[in-house]
């Protein structure tokens, strides 16, 4: 009677177990380990530098740049067969001012070999409209709008000789959840097969992007700040947001 | 003073109902002629010390920028919650702000906040009053400081969230702990709606009633008063504040602004966004003189909405009804 209730309880986890690998497309593994993310923040291949270095925009303007901040959230991974995993949790914000920000650790990840890798530029829908959050989430990070409430997915200050804001501010505030004014874009990158994400109890990858502020105004549309300078959601900020989503991050190499 | 503190409790439970040495169990409670609430404590567990530093936050002047202003200066009990008598927001360094500060009650209810409904989640709704230039004029950072160095907080955070640690996230929390327990559902109207004994409208509010359920509860719809859309209803050919366009963006949304609920409306003058009216007098005759055919007005008030000397009286007696003394007489959201 008691073996036979010890091994009830033993098995009524296995049978779930094994029902949720059935069910979903999950990555299941036994062990877990750790992988890094790096985020090089730079300017059409110059490294970044806030406040003194000049760049050019595509229309050939010069601007600075004092603010680059921007989330990275619900980071999923998939594998050749087509399996994928959410990482729980996954909120970043990469601050260009913060060192230490720029390299993302994730943790509890299920070992083996990941080919895929995409996630959110920005934050997802229910958070921006969720209650009081913490960590890369807590409106002290200043990318919480209080009077609209939402968060600010990219934020990019600068001057621009060519901006006719006080100042010659360039104000680039782009966040917004509802159509038609959606920016929530999503980065999706292939990784290639030969030299996948190899998440391994013994080795501990590093994945590498470079990312490129001066995507916020080049791609679908090119921006000139003598005609866009300011935005804080709204029509302009889905121009931006379009440009971003395919060039502000590029997969550059994996140390594993 | 031990002794003064024991006799001072002693005379306070003294008054309480029951004769208890606990102190009272704070509770959410949802009156029968209410909806289920859209904000229900899921992942805010309510508890006694939460409401208690929740409220202990809410009336703390030493947040703001020159120390003088509290959430309680412009949301002030006696008025359920708004400012009484001041056209819009008044804060720090004798700022004016631009809107008319709305009561605080049935948040709960509300899945957003403010007249343009900027604002969605009750527990972010404080943030902006804190970091406005013109309401309190400071940051998180300055306050979590304070509350850092400040006793009692810290172990008041340890009571009520199991740590010592102060983020802007457990501020938050305790606030709305205190914010979406305020519930105004035991007015004179919900009294009869709820057919307790004894309590009938009088001949005058009965009729009142009626008028209201055929000229204004298309907008003001029960129980809240109010239907929670955003409506122009004529205060200006073109208003000077765009309102829930601000918000969407969408030149149909321009000077458009939430219904406002009109519980407890004897107390919350003045009147409107921008507190224009003193008067309930003034409100009803600008809906039956005074509506202006602006470009988003409401189709229902094209011809504004006729109101006799009789009628007005009725329905004046009828809005008192949604008085609810209790609620603005609560000693559990006084501040002590």
Known sequence: ?256 | MLFLSIALMYACSKNEDEVTPEEKKITFSVPANFPAPAYNFEDNKLSNAGFTLGKKLFYEGRLSADKSVSCGSCHQQFAAFTQLDHKVSHGVNNCQGKRNTPPLFNLAWQKAFFWDGGVKNIETSPLNAITDACEMGTNIETIIAFLKNTAPYPDLFKQAFGSTEINSQVILKSIAQFTAVLVSGNSKYDKVIRKESGIAFTSTELAGYNLFKEKCTSCHAEPFFTDFSYRNNGLDLVSTDEGRSHITGAASDFGKFRVPTLRNIEYTSPYMHDGRFYSLDEVLEHYNSGVKASTNLDAQLKTGIPLNTTEKEQIKAFLKTLTDHEFIKNTLYSES
């Open chain 1, 1 to 256: 009677m008691k073996i036979s209730t010890y091994f009830l309880a033993l098995l009524c986890p296995v049978i779930l177990l094994s029902s949720c690998k059935k069910n979903t497309d999950e990555v299941t593994a036994d062990t877990k380990s750790t992988f890094s993310i790096e985020f090089e923040n730079q300017v059409n291949g110059s490294p970044l530098v806030l406040n003194t270095t000049s760049y050019k925009n595509a229309k050939g303007e010069d601007f600075k740049i004092n603010v680059f901040k921007y989330y990275v959230s619900n980071i999923k991974l998939s594998k050749a067969d087509g399996t994928t995993y959410l990482i729980p949790e996954s909120y970043f914000l990469i601050d260009a001012s913060k060192a230490e920000s720029t390299n993302i650790t994730l943790k509890d990840v299920p070992t083996g070999d990941y080919t895929k890798i995409e996630y959110t530029i920005g934050v997802d829908y229910a958070r921006n409209f969720a209650g009081a959050q913490t960590g890369a989430l807590d409106p002290i990070n200043g990318m919480f709008w209080t009077w609209n409430s939402g968060y600010i997915f990219v934020k990019l200050e600068g001057t621009s000789p060519q901006s006719a804001a006080t100042g010659n501010a360039l104000t680039f505030h782009i966040g917004g959840v509802t159509d038609p004014n959606n920016t929530i874009r999503t980065f999706t990158t292939e990784i290639n097969a030969a030299n996948p994400l190899r998440v391994r109890t013994d080795g501990k990858p590093n994945m590498h992007f470079i990312v490129n502020a001066a995507a916020l105004f080049t791609g679908k549309t090119d921006i000139s700040f003598s005609t866009l300078y300011f935005t804080m959601g709204g029509a302009n900020s889905v121009i931006v947001a379009n440009n971003y989503a395919n060039g502000l991050f590029r997969l550059d190499h994996i140390h594993n």
